[in-house]
């Protein structure tokens, strides 16, 4: 059945998007082996490139000092994977179907759902953060990163918008799956995970316009010297228009079985 | 409407592209009443329920549900009833009572954890309190499904196919349940495919065949048309095929 999100009403909706974002972080907090598991992947890149991308010579590009924003940003963008995984298995297990029972309109479970996921996926970038800044000593301005953890917000709330969309398109968990690793690893590697200069013309044209590359314009100079881009509202808008978009398309889009 | 009536079901239809689902079925239900409907898979049942539950919306016809017309007032019929699915289809990583704390605020209720945990008790989960589904059998998750289905405390409870893969031990255990939301009046519909379970909890049974009603009575009604001899061979348990096939028959299905 197609079921068009209705937008809630603020007052009447708040209280059970909060109640039901804090239960699913209460789940995740029952199930921390996923949470570490899901922080894997961006903690193993940064060891990686930390051992073979420091500098050995005065003048060589430090290169884990370029990927690290990026890295925190693919934090981020896997949290969005995570959303679109949850919807889909609920979806396969008739979860939604469950709640769709209740008199809580299911536009309102899926925001709160996007609201947790939002939450840990910033407790997430957090420790990526950290553990590259105190653990692997990647030279970070404190201030910045506190700063870079607000703007990460935008990036959260993009990446799982997008997440919710895939997930309406995707009818089994592992297609899911695959179409989210085939928008992300694209995207982490055009919008910051390679220096622009490598690619080519028309991708160097592209990769301004994607998402990841929108973080990375935010939060690379905020963690290299603490501040802002010198025109730090388009990339802002970017990612806002990016999750208004996503998320219509999702509402459009969702099926609950 | 007559204020007896809990359910009154009119002229209801549903498709899914070419094969009807729900054809012209009409039935009422009473209040206080346990009422089954029966039949083999695809026969409507649980697109019956999903109608009745406002969790689908019918080509044509009308359900009003304790006064309500469904279709006009969905979410408010939504607080007054309360739904077991066929799956269990718990949230996987929240414990029975952060389950049951969940669907109660989900119903705008508050509830402590004491009441909880009473609802837990009284589905004998209580000490599986702080337990996740996966670690729960097959019984305990349909329990706390059914505790799920009253954390609202409902007037009308659906229940689809509650006892589908349950041993016999678990699935007496749930008779009891249901007979206990009996003698609360409330109104309980089931769905089932075996009538011996039917004759055991329900008032009344409609038995639906390609999405038809094409019987309505009380169970001993219903196996009083049967031929005993030929219905219960080997002194085995009626089953569903064995009354359906005899109350369909040729005749019936070539009217």
Redesign the interface.
Same mark, same amino acid.
């Given at each position: 059945?197609n079921t068009l999100i209705s937008i809630p009403p603020a007052r009447t909706a708040l209280?059970?998007i909060i109640?039901?974002a804090s239960?699913l972080i209460?789940?995740?907090l029952?199930?921390l082996r996923t949470f570490a598991i899901t922080l894997l992947t961006p903690l193993f890149m940064l060891v990686l490139f930390w051992v073979v991308g420091r500098p050995e010579e005065p003048g060589d590009m430090d290169l884990v000092a370029f990927i690290f924003p990026a890295i925190v940003g693919l934090t981020v963008m896997l949290g969005g994977q995570t959303a679109a995984m949850r919807i889909v298995n609920w979806r396969a297990?008739?979860?939604f %179907?469950?709640?769709?029972?209740?008199?809580?309109?299911l536009g309102h479970?899926v925001i709160g759902l996007g609201l947790a996921q939002a939450l840990v996926s910033a407790a997430q970038a957090a420790i990526v953060l950290l553990f590259g800044w105190l653990a692997l000593g990647i030279g970070v301005n404190g201030p910045g990163a506190v700063t870079a953890m607000l703007v990460l917000v935008f990036g959260v709330l993009a990446f799982i918008a997008l997440g919710l969309f895939l997930a309406c398109l995707a009818s089994k968990p592992d297609v899911a799956s695959a179409a989210f690793m085939f928008t992300l690893l694209p995207m982490f590697f055009l919008g910051g995970g390679f220096p622009p200069h490598i690619l080519p013309p028309f991708l160097q044209t592209i990769s301004p316009y994607l998402p990841t590359a929108m973080l990375n314009t935010l939060i690379s100079p905020l963690l290299a010297n603490g501040s802002l881009p010198a025109e730090p509202w388009w990339p802002m808008l970017g990612l806002a228009a990016y999750t208004v978009g996503f998320s219509a398309l999702a509402a459009w889009k969702f099926k609950w079985e | 409407m007559n204020a007896s009536i809990a359910i009154h079901v009119e002229h209801l239809h549903k498709a899914y592209g070419d094969v009807r689902a729900v054809d012209d079925l009409s039935f009422s239900v009473y209040r206080g009443e346990i009422f089954g409907l029966l039949g083999p898979n695809g026969a409507g049942k649980t697109t019956t329920l999903g109608l009745l539950?406002g969790?689908?919306r019918a080509d044509a016809g009308r359900v009003t549900v304790l006064g309500q017309d469904l279709a006009a007032h969905a979410?408010?019929v939504?607080?007054r009833?309360g739904?077991q699915?066929q799956?269990t289809?718990?949230?996987?990583?929240?414990?029975a009572l %952060?389950q049951i704390?969940?669907?109660a605020?989900?119903?705008?209720r508050q509830i402590n954890r004491a009441s909880a945990l009473a609802l837990l008790e009284r589905v004998s989960l209580a000490e599986k309190a702080n337990a996740?589904p996966a670690r729960l059998s097959g019984g305990q998750q349909q329990r706390l499904a059914l505790a799920?289905a009253l954390v609202n405390d409902p007037e009308i409870v659906f229940l689809d196919e509650p006892t589908a893969g349950l041993d016999p031990q678990a699935r007496r255990n749930l008779w009891d349940l249901v007979r206990g939301l009996g003698a609360e009046a409330r109104t309980v519909i089931l769905t089932t495919h075996y009538l011996e379970e039917a004759e055991a909890l329900c008032h009344r049974v409609g038995i639906l065949d390609g999405g038809r009603l094409i019987a309505l009575d009380t169970p001993a009604a219903l196996l009083g048309r049967i031929a005993a001899p030929s219905a219960a061979p080997h002194g085995r348990a009626l089953n569903l095929e064995e009354v359906f096939l005899q109350l369909t028959g040729r005749a019936l299905r070539e009217a």
């Open positions: 059945m209280r059970p109640q039901f239960a209460r789940a995740s029952n199930d297990q008739g979860v %179907q469950r709640l769709a029972v209740t008199p809580t309109p479970l | 539950q969790l689908r979410q408010a939504k607080r009833i739904v699915l799956r289809s718990l949230l996987p990583d929240l414990t %952060q704390e969940l669907f605020h989900l119903y705008g996740l799920l």
